[in-house]
């Protein structure tokens, strides 16, 4: 081996001293660790201006809500006049059909009115006068009434309930008082009539109270 292959083979074995190292490398390898660290900062200070933008915008949901609750005291406002109209409203009405119950029948009171004039100007009749003529008189009078009574009848659509003699007895516009026993009436069937009905438009207000036949017992 010769001379210079001895010196190579000595500086392949001599340890690497760092202080050779160029300076270009160390720099490289400061400027790889510091760029973690610039993008923290970065990412920070990106963080930190939306915070400052949040809360930049912060007032504006604050003027929604009090939009909205502004809206709902109008609403309610609104409900409050309603229902105290809407209770106006119904005590008018239950003014107005207590009213018309407590004077539904003014107009036939009123009518009636004229019946009892006449009916006092017959209790007025002079019982001193001749017999015949009295019970003209009277007659006169009660006939005067009936037409009256009939008129207002009329009127208000009161119509009576009078069966004859041998009409089938109706269980819904007659009552039967009684049977009794005939040989010229039907069975089932109206032998005389005790009392007389009435119905308002088609409503019954009172039925005919009737003698009802029946068949005789044989004898």
């Keep these: 081996m010769?001379?210079?292959?001895?010196?190579?083979?000595k500086d392949k074995s001599r340890p690497i001293d760092t202080a050779d190292t160029p300076s270009g490398a160390g720099t490289a390898g400061e400027?790889?660790?510091?760029?973690?660290?610039?993008?923290q900062s970065s990412a920070s200070e990106a963080a930190a201006g939306e915070g400052s933008v949040d809360r930049a915008a912060a007032p504006e949901p604050l003027g929604e809500l009090?939009?909205?609750?502004?809206?709902?005291?109008?609403?309610r406002d609104?409900?409050?006049?309603?229902?105290?109209e809407?209770?106006?409203?119904?005590?008018?009405a239950q003014g107005e059909v207590a009213s018309a119950r407590k004077f539904a029948l003014e107009s036939f009171a009123t009518e009636l009115l004229n019946v009892r004039d006449s009916l006092d100007l017959a209790r007025a009749v002079n019982l001193e006068g001749a017999a015949e003529d009295l019970v003209t008189r009277i007659v006169e009078g009660l006939d005067l009434t009936l037409k009256q009574f009939d008129t207002v009848f009329e009127k208000f659509t009161i119509f009576e309930v009078d069966p004859q003699p041998g009409d089938k007895l109706d269980p819904e516009s007659h009552?039967?008082?009684?049977?009794?026993?005939?040989?010229?009436?039907?069975?089932n069937h109206i032998c005389r009539v005790v009392q007389k009905g009435y119905r308002l438009?088609?409503?019954?207000?009172?039925?005919?109270?009737?003698i009802v036949a029946k068949t005789p017992a044989s004898g």
């Design 2 to 9: 010769t001379s210079t292959d001895q010196t190579t083979a």
């Design 31 to 39: 400027q790889v660790s510091e760029a973690p660290g610039e993008a």
């Design 66 to 75: 009090e939009t909205l609750r502004q809206q709902v005291e109008e609403m």
């Design 78 to 84: 609104g409900f409050l006049r309603a229902r105290a």
């Design 86 to 92: 809407a209770d106006n409203i119904r005590k008018r």
């Design 175 to 187: 009552q039967a008082m009684s049977l009794e026993e005939s040989a010229d009436i039907a069975p």
């Design 201 to 210: 438009h088609d409503r019954l207000l009172r039925p005919a109270m009737v």
